[in-house]
């Protein structure tokens, strides 16, 4: 079996990357499996959609896994990714791509935060 240069190094990252770069991954994990969820809702390939949606609803209930809830704003995190649980439910159950659109909105602007807190601590 052939070695993927690409994969060796992908899989090197993620063994050696912070905390905090682990999560922006997991962020951008979700984002790209919603975007292969919508590519196979467009080609009505419904199982492909089902598999992607899945893997994006595992990677949010890993993101609420890791909350640490020694700081109230952990509830607020807590609330909006079960929303984007709920909208990928939805997506999977309506095969609706404006569910993963909506999802992917919420799971940006929680990166966008995420990366803003990290630029803060780190110029502390």
Excluded: H
């Amino acid at each position: 079996m052939a070695v993927n240069a690409a994969d060796v190094y992908k899989r090197g990252q993620q063994q050696t990357a912070s905390k905090e770069n682990i999560i922006t991954m997991l962020y951008d994990g979700a984002i790209k499996f919603c975007n292969l969820a919508q590519a196979a809702i467009d080609a009505k390939n419904y199982e492909e959609a089902n598999i992607n949606i899945q893997k994006a609803k595992r990677i949010i209930g890993e993101l609420i896994a890791t909350l640490d809830r020694r700081y109230p704003v952990a509830e607020d995190f807590e609330r909006v990714y079960n929303y984007i649980q709920d909208l990928l439910t939805m997506a999977n159950v309506k095969k609706e791509k404006e569910y993963l659109e909506r999802a992917k909105e919420e799971i940006r602007g929680m990166r966008e935060t995420w990366v803003e807190v990290i630029k803060q601590a780190k110029g502390k």
